[in-house]
Structure formats: C-alpha cells, structure tokens
C-alpha cells in the first residue's frame, strides 16, 4: 500500500512539474489549464500532501521513503517564482501584494524552500532518523513558513465550538 502511495506522490510531482514547464515555457501555443492561479495552488496543494506524506512516514518509522517526498518538493520549488508572473493576483489567489513589492524576497523565500527540502532529502537518503527528525522539526517554519507569513493571506480561523 505504501508503495502505491509512493508512486502516486512521484507519478502527481512528475506530472505536476511537466505541466508547470509547459504552462511557463517560450512556447506560444497554451498548455495547462490556462489558469496560473489555478495551477500554483495545485502545485502548492502537491507541496502540502508531500508534506503530510513525510510526516506521517516519519511516525511510521519509514525514514528512507520521506527522500521522494522532499525531493517531490525540492523540484517543485523551482517552479514557484514562475508561477506568479506580475498581473496574476486575483480573488481567488491567496498570494498578498508583498510577492510583486517584493519579488527579491519572495525569490530568496522560495529559493529556502528548496535548500531546506534538499537538506531533507539528503538527511532521509541517509536513513539517520535523527537527522531527519532534527531537520523534520523545523521545516514546517522554516521552509513554508518563511514565504506563507509574509506573502500568503492566512486561512481563515475556525470559529471556536460553543461552550456548554
């Protein structure tokens, strides 16, 4: 089952990469949906389920199989820059302002989430689940956070339940 799963993480980044180059290549004719907001969030949606997936194989003790999640994630941090050409904030865009005010550091943000996943991967290749752990631990704040607190809108909080 794990390994379908697996495959189906690689098979979605592969198709998700391919799909991304396609839609942002020197090519005149349109490939991809046609919607760059539509097709960022899948990507982004792509980087979140890799997350998860890592996550919950680090809790099953599967330290190797985290690799293709991060380096699912290491590939598709390089598209994220192009993803978000100048005119494509939207209603439907989480994406604030401060990405186009500023591009240099939305560009070095998305530049740390690729250091860090790689940083990942290498650790799960290494099959030290200590390392991995360490790196685990941060990267939640560290690689996606550094770009969603300042240059995504937050989700909108949950209201609390009522008390009784």
């Known amino acids: 089952m794990k390994r379908y799963a697996t495959t189906g993480i690689i098979m979605a980044s592969l198709v ?10 020197s090519r005149s004719e349109k490939i991809g949906s046609g919607d760059i907001v539509a097709d960022r969030q899948r ?3 792509l980087n979140g389920a890799s997350w998860a997936d890592a996550q919950a194989k680090l809790k099953a003790g599967n330290i190797e199989g985290i690799a293709v999640n991060a380096e699912t994630m290491a590939l598709n941090s390089e598209h994220i820059p192009m993803m978000f050409p100048q005119g494509s904030l939207t209603d439907k865009s989480k994406a604030k302002p401060e990405v186009w005010q500023k591009w240099d550091e939305f ?6 989430f690729e250091v860090w996943s790689v940083k990942l991967r290498d650790a799960a290749r290494s099959k030290d689940a200590a390392a991995t752990e360490v790196v685990m631990k941060d990267f ?12 995504r809108v937050p989700p909108p909080q949950q209201p609390a339940p009522p008390r009784s």
């Open 107 to 112: 560009q070095k943000a998305s530049k740390n």
């Open 16 to 25: 998700a990469v391919t799909a991304v180059g396609c839609a942002t290549g």
């Open 43 to 45: 990507l982004m949606k």
């Open 140 to 151: 939640g704040r560290q690689a996606c956070g550094t770009c969603h607190t300042p240059f």
